[in-house]
């Protein structure tokens, strides 16, 4: 059974997938967990694991259909598991019937508790693939696919026709944007999609591109717009708080700036310091946080990126709606308060500080920005203008920036995010 074709990318996704819903792990990292695989493996692994976790909704609904019930999980093991990778092959990735059921039937048999619903698994998974198509396109995929402490707060807080466009855009993989070192954006297979960012299909293996470990890094068009608000830093010094991976600083170091990136892990620091190294960049690299950092003088330029829910890159986080609830927003927008005041003792009299989230969520977002200029009257807010993103006057909202996955519809979409540009007073 385990020699079959698929066995092995099939058990690394039931395993991810597990430690995803029953562990609450973040995909990439049990992806990562999952290592050892060929190139191959690895990529129908997160093809199983990705699609299933983008349309959790819909197949749950759809196994509730066949299923009266399903098996206790302390006598099931993996059989919920199997059984939703299955459903997504057989439904949304278009596997041949038989592979799907076969290579599922193969994993019930490898596990000690699976093995005994293998005729549950079987028949299950043959009625999906006779008669799951008509259900799944009859079903409400937009609401299905967003789970209740979501859908609660974004109708709430932009309505349902939004709340069902963000929905549409999060079924969608992402494209890969990319930035080249001196601006260029001359790429065989790409398209501009502002004036230096390259998009190019999804699953597109960058390290197969010419030149790419050279010149080229990957940052999604929506998180390259806090630099923009900036403006000129040429020959100018800036404060990159919270820096890790580093699209930013390395954005900051192609315009010309003297940047300082701040981050407190140093594994992701590394990764930082890796990305400068091979793109022949040059920046300070503090690994603290930033909470303890002090500069020597505050700086003219502060970038604040801070860690948040991030539920504005579920389109290239599938697993996100399911391992996150609406506490850790609270969490994440408190923390923020403690970030974005430290950052603002590092901005100096008459200076920019810029303050971003790739949240969805206003608590880290504009509310986060109103409660800091009620504690800091020094700061003031400096709009937005339309002229600094290339026209785009939708990805305004009341002097901040704010886009949303369901921007850029026909050109693929983009990661929603929100930033807000404050001047400090003399």
């Given at each position: 059974m385990t020699d079959r074709p698929g066995f092995i990318a099939r058990?690394?996704?039931?395993?991810?997938?597990?430690?995803?819903?029953?562990?609450?792990?973040?995909?990439?990292a049990a992806l990562t967990a999952a290592a050892g695989l060929s190139e191959r493996d690895a990529g129908f692994a997160r093809a199983i694991a990705s699609e299933t976790l983008r349309r959790l909704g819909q197949l749950e609904a759809l196994l509730g259909h066949?299923?009266?019930?399903?098996?206790?999980?302390?006598?099931?093991?993996?059989?919920f598991e199997i059984l939703l990778a299955g459903a997504a092959e057989l439904l949304f990735l278009e596997t041949a019937p038989h592979a799907a059921v076969d290579g599922a039937n193969a994993l019930a048999q490898a596990d000690t508790k699976a093995r005994h619903f293998k005729p549950l698994i079987n028949a299950v998974l043959r009625r999906i693939a006779r008669?799951?198509?008509?259900?799944?396109?009859?079903?409400?995929?937009?609401?299905?696919?967003?789970?209740?402490?979501?859908?609660?707060?974004?109708?709430?807080?932009?309505?349902?026709?939004?709340?069902?466009?963000?929905?549409?855009?999060?079924?969608?993989q992402a494209p890969i944007d990319l930035l080249h070192k001196r601006g260029e954006t001359g790429l065989a297979g790409g398209v501009t999609i502002f004036d230096d960012v390259v998009r190019l299909p999804a699953g597109t293996r960058v390290a197969d591109i010419p030149g790419f470990a050279e010149d080229w890094w990957v940052q999604d068009v929506a998180a390259t717009l806090p630099v923009r608000l900036l403006g000129d830093v040429r020959g100018q010094t800036v404060i990159d708080l919270c820096a890790a991976p580093g699209g930013k600083t390395m954005q900051l170091a192609a315009r010309g700036a003297s940047v300082i990136a701040v981050e407190r892990d140093k594994e992701r620091m590394e990764r930082l310091s890796g990305n400068i190294a091979r793109l022949?960049?040059?920046?300070?690299?503090?690994?603290e946080d930033l909470r303890d950092f002090a500069p020597r003088e505050p700086a003219p330029f502060v970038l604040l990126d801070a860690p948040c829910s991030a539920t504005g890159?579920?389109?290239?986080?599938?697993?996100?709606?399911?391992?996150?609830?609406a506490q850790d927003v609270n969490a994440c927008a408190s923390a923020g308060e403690e970030l974005i005041s430290a950052a603002a003792r590092m901005t100096a009299p008459g200076g920019l500080l810029v303050y971003a989230v790739c949240s969805l969520e206003r608590e880290e977002g504009?509310?986060?920005?109103?409660?800091?200029?009620?504690r800091y009257p020094q700061f003031a807010r400096e709009p937005v203008t339309s002229k600094e993103l290339l026209g785009h006057e939708e990805w305004i909202e009341d002097g901040d920036l704010r886009t949303m996955p369901s921007h850029l519809a026909e050109q693929?979409?983009?990661?929603?995010?929100?930033?807000?540009?404050?001047?400090?007073?003399l």
């Open positions: 058990a690394a996704a039931q395993s991810v997938l597990a430690s995803v819903l029953k562990r609450r792990s973040p995909l990439d066949f299923l009266k019930e399903l098996p206790p999980p302390h006598r099931a093991g993996p059989t008669e799951g198509k008509p259900i799944a396109a009859s079903q409400d995929a937009e609401r299905l696919n967003v789970p209740d402490w979501l859908w609660t707060r974004w109708a709430g807080q932009y309505g349902e026709a939004l709340t069902r466009a963000l929905s549409r855009a999060h079924l969608t022949a960049f040059e920046a300070v690299i503090v690994t890159t579920i389109r290239r986080h599938p697993d996100l709606p399911w391992i996150k609830a504009r509310e986060q920005i109103d409660g800091f200029l009620d693929g979409g983009m990661d929603g995010f929100y930033a807000a540009r404050l001047r400090r007073a």
